[in-house]
């Protein structure tokens, strides 16, 4: 009974329009506390955004209901640099001002749309043997212009940009992404709840990785890669397992 | 020399501040940087107490930052009494240049008789708008009332103007303060403003008050007409209302020839 209270209780809190409020590929300045907790606690004084000095944190408008003057990174337009002055300069805790490097920051998480991104399309090419483009293109921008590279992006069957636990969330993969007109790579916001796009990646990746499997033997492009990989002599690459199953779950 | 004079240059400057700290920041200088909402000089963090009173409250907890960064404000109001409101405040400013405005075109606004009673009048008004604001800001577990400060407004507003070099509708909101200030004398400061009314909880008596030294004076009365905020500096220097402006002093002619109305302190 108490517990049915509870949860009622606390999903007439969430659905406050004033809190909550997540979108895809826009984020709060690093170090922030949870978006219910720091709506609580910004006082709107702007001084992050006067401190950045990549100009990367914006001041929210008037259409954003009571957001209107809290800060914002919009990663498709300019992302965060992990400069970590911001935090430094907020008056009442409302961006951690204990962190002091960049890889303690948790401002969301990469996930890769597997739809858009030119080396899935081409991987699944290989593996299928039609061709869905008409070309064949590889990119790996993200994996070159991640400031945490082989950590927080990793190269399966190095070609495959996979995104780990160790994503800062900083969005430079977003802004250099040449994807267009949609980016193949966005941030989800640190908390952001269930939501449909997300279990649709989720969602995609699995299944992908399930044919992977199921397919093994069939797959022209396999037997390829796996001799390139032979071939290759950078025995320092961190061991990654691409869990499928535990991806989907983490949403 | 005039304090009016003092004043002016005081509140010059900070107007000038307002434009020059922002691009300090632009070329890298983090020496100054802030908005009135809140700011650093040097490791000094100053914030509105009014701000960091309500994130306390949405949050319901209270951290080493909140209250470093209001020590400096508080023990300042103590010591100098409302200061901000009359020497630094921009949007007092603005509304010091309506009322000039107002003589030159000959207007007349709406300003009550002095009685000695408004006062209470005055705060029972200021003491209701704090509070209910307060409680909505409540139920909005958001800061909700930084968004009507319009000192913070005004600041933040410069500084989006120099660094992305536009302006957001939030600046209506002041201008149709400064064009209600026409025909309504000082209502937005007596009887509204949020900041100023949470500021003057913090008025001690032992701080600079107005006080008239002498006994007698010749009780011309001129340094009621001058108030901008409508009480009787003579008996009141010392209730919240007062924001030691100094107005009063200047316009009392007993001080030329001896000091009967004066700044002291306890």
Redesign the interface.
């Known amino acids: 009974m108490r517990n049915r209270f509870t949860e009622l209780f606390e999903g007439l809190l969430n659905s406050n329009p004033f809190k909550n409020y997540y979108k895809k590929n826009r984020l709060r300045p690093p170090g922030a506390a949870t978006e219910e907790t720091f709506m609580e606690l910004c006082i709107r004084c702007a001084r992050c955004i006067e401190v950045c000095p990549y100009d990367s944190i914006e001041r929210a408008d008037l259409f954003e209901k009571l957001q209107i003057g809290t800060p914002y990174v919009y990663p498709e337009n300019k992302a965060c640099y992990l400069c970590m002055r911001c935090m430094k300069v907020c008056p009442t805790g409302a961006l951690n001002p204990k962190l002091t490097e960049g890889k303690q920051v948790r401002m969301g998480i990469a996930v890769i749309n597997q739809n858009v991104c030119l080396n899935f399309l081409y991987y699944r090419d290989e593996m299928t043997g039609v061709s869905s483009t008409g070309t064949a293109q590889l990119c790996g921008t993200c994996y070159n212009v991640c400031p945490y590279t082989d950590e927080a992006i990793v190269m399966e069957k190095f070609i495959l940009p996979v995104v780990t636990d160790k994503c800062t969330g900083c969005g430079i993969c977003t802004e250099k992404c040449p994807a267009t007109p949609e980016k193949a790579i966005s941030i989800y916001p640190e908390g952001m709840p269930v939501d449909k796009n997300t279990g649709y990646f989720g969602r995609r990746s699995k299944v992908h990785g399930e044919e992977r499997k199921k397919s093994k033997d069939a797959l022209r492009g396999e037997k390829l890669l796996e001799e390139k990989q032979k071939i290759d002599s950078s025995d320092a690459k961190p061991d990654f397992e691409y869990n499928t199953e535990n991806y989907d779950q983490e949403w | 020399m005039k304090i009016k004079r003092y004043r002016r240059t005081a509140q010059i400057l900070t107007v000038f501040a307002i434009f020059f700290?922002?691009v300090l920041?632009v070329f890298?200088l983090?020496f100054i940087?802030?908005?009135f909402?809140?700011?650093?000089i040097g490791d000094a963090?100053m914030?509105?107490p009014l701000?960091?009173f309500?994130?306390m409250i949405?949050?319901g907890r209270v951290?080493e930052?909140?209250l470093g960064?209001v020590v400096i404000p508080i023990v300042l109001m103590l010591l100098l009494g409302r200061v901000w409101c009359s020497w630094f405040c921009p949007y007092y400013l603005c509304a010091e240049f309506m009322s000039w405005l107002r003589r030159k075109l000959k207007m007349k606004a709406y300003k009550p008789k002095f009685a000695e009673n408004i006062h209470i009048k005055q705060s029972k008004v200021r003491y209701i708008f704090l509070f209910a604001g307060l409680v909505l800001m409540a139920i909005?577990?958001?800061?909700?009332l930084?968004?009507i400060s319009a000192p913070?407004i005004i600041s933040?507003q410069a500084?989006?103007l120099v660094?992305?070099h536009y302006v957001?509708?939030?600046l209506v909101f002041v201008a149709v303060l400064l064009l209600l200030e026409l025909f309504y004398f000082r209502f937005w400061c007596r009887f509204f403003c949020p900041t100023g009314t949470f500021l003057s909880f913090f008025r001690s008596k032992r701080g600079m008050t107005v006080r008239k030294v002498r006994t007698e004076c010749s009780n011309c009365m001129s340094c009621v007409r001058s108030c901008p905020m409508m009480i009787n500096p003579m008996t009141m220097g010392e209730t919240s209302h007062c924001n030691n402006c100094g107005d009063c002093v200047d316009a009392c002619p007993d001080n030329k020839k001896e000091d009967t109305l004066k700044f002291t302190f306890k």
Request: hydrophobic residues 45%; negative net charge; aromatic residues 10%.
């Open positions: 700290i922002p920041n890298e983090y940087k802030g908005t909402i809140s700011m650093d963090a914030a509105d701000a960091v309500q994130s949405a949050a951290n930052y909140m960064s909005a577990g958001v800061p909700i930084n968004l913070g933040t500084m989006v660094k992305f957001t509708f939030e």
